[in-house]
């Protein structure tokens, strides 16, 4: 999985380059169809749990957890032929596109607000800036979500470099099989070992569940059943191509 997908040329946006520009957001998830796995954070396992396998994936140093849209690669079995989206949840990492953060130079701490080159517009669309050069309402919330969304990735991130130390992943291979008895396998994954988690010593558990974690786990756990329904889908996808 790439580290930004969906951008092909964030731009980073500027009060006066920008001032009289318009974002056009894509009206359907077309751009994701080619997408077999995206980034959760942990405040979206309750939700995406129900729908989408959630497994975790090692990047580097970090350890990441990611909604399985497809068995294959290339392949999102959540949207259709038209760009609509085929379950009750949309993952954040979808619904912030077409903008982005980025850090600004060696700080951290500091942001530069991003979009997609290709979704800026001068006519059409939603003003970014207002004749003054201050932000819309339209630029304010996109910025919040944003913001929003990198705390809860950073809490994520801390959650599973928490796991990782604790030793309670093993890694895993998915395989499904469909109505004709052909089988597709999901490549090498991490996923919680239920056994480690239930020998952890009394203090490591309850550090686990003061900081939230045991429902974010749990959900996890839950998500791992629903395999057998990507072999569904993956069928349904064939007869209507």
Known sequence: MAELLFYNEPVALNREEHKTMKVSAPKDFGFTRETNS??????EFAKACRHFPIVFTRNADQVI??????????????????????ANYIPAYIRRYPFVLANRGEDQDQFLICVENSALRKRGGEALFTKDGEETEYLENATRFMQEYHQS???TVEFGRKLDELGLFQEMNARVTRDDDSSVVLGQFLSVNEDALMKLPAAAADELFRAGYLGWIYAHLISMDLFPELARLMGKDEETA
Not at 38 to 43: A, E, P
Request: glycine share 10%.
């Open 38 to 43: 995206v980034v959760l954070t942990g405040i």
């Open 65 to 86: 957890p990611v909604a399985v849209l497809g068995m294959r690669d290339n392949e999102n079995l959540f949207v259709d032929s038209e760009g609509q989206w085929q």
């Open 153 to 155: 990735f950073l809490r």
